[in-house]
């Protein structure tokens, strides 16, 4: 009897187990197919609710300063989420470029309003890799890690493993 209850237990936590998915990084792509994640400190990021006055979860466009993305996720326990924020200046084509130099800039944000607020600058940066982009398609693909620092508290966050593979809408 008691190793029949042993077996039902096992196999009851076995299935619960099984059924909880983890959030994982994003394939990396160069095809349009609209995804974008990292890892910020060691937890998954990808974004999943509307931006700025009900926009898109994720967003890039190019203007004649550069190429400019928006990646927003939500928060927990009523928190307003998070954001991510990268901006290559004088983006033209596809290349490696710095996130702490020439304009260029990665910034991420805890709640979006304002603060916490880590963004590269001359002591702590990163690099983004365009491996696609193509204006006329309106796709832009890409790799990307940094370091951002916070300017009121001089703590340090670290975003690893970055990709993005975005078809503007």
Not at 72 to 87: A, L
Request: glycine fraction near 12%; proline fraction near 3%; charge should be positive.
């Amino acid at each position: 009897m008691r190793y029949f209850i042993f077996i039902v237990i096992s196999l009851s936590l076995a299935s619960f187990f099984a059924g909880c998915k983890k959030l994982q990084l994003t394939s990396a792509t160069a095809e349009g197919a609209h995804t974008f994640s990292c890892m910020v400190e060691g937890t998954v990021f990808r974004p999943d609710r509307s931006g700025w006055f009900g926009g898109p979860p994720l967003n890039a466009y190019v203007t004649t300063e550069g190429l400019s993305i928006h990646a927003f996720k939500s928060g927990v326990s009523n928190s307003p989420g998070e954001r991510i924020t990268i901006f290559v200046s004088n983006a033209r084509s596809a290349g490696t470029y710095s996130l702490n130099a020439g304009g260029s800039y990665a910034i991420y944000e805890l709640n979006y309003s304002g603060a916490p607020y880590y963004r590269t600058n001359g002591n702590y940066g990163g690099s983004i890799t365009l491996t696609r982009f193509d204006t006329s398609a309106q796709i832009y693909s890409g790799t990307f890690h940094f370091s951002g620092q916070d300017s009121t508290n001089a703590k340090v966050i670290h975003v690893k493993n970055g990709r993005f593979d975005i078809k503007k809408q």
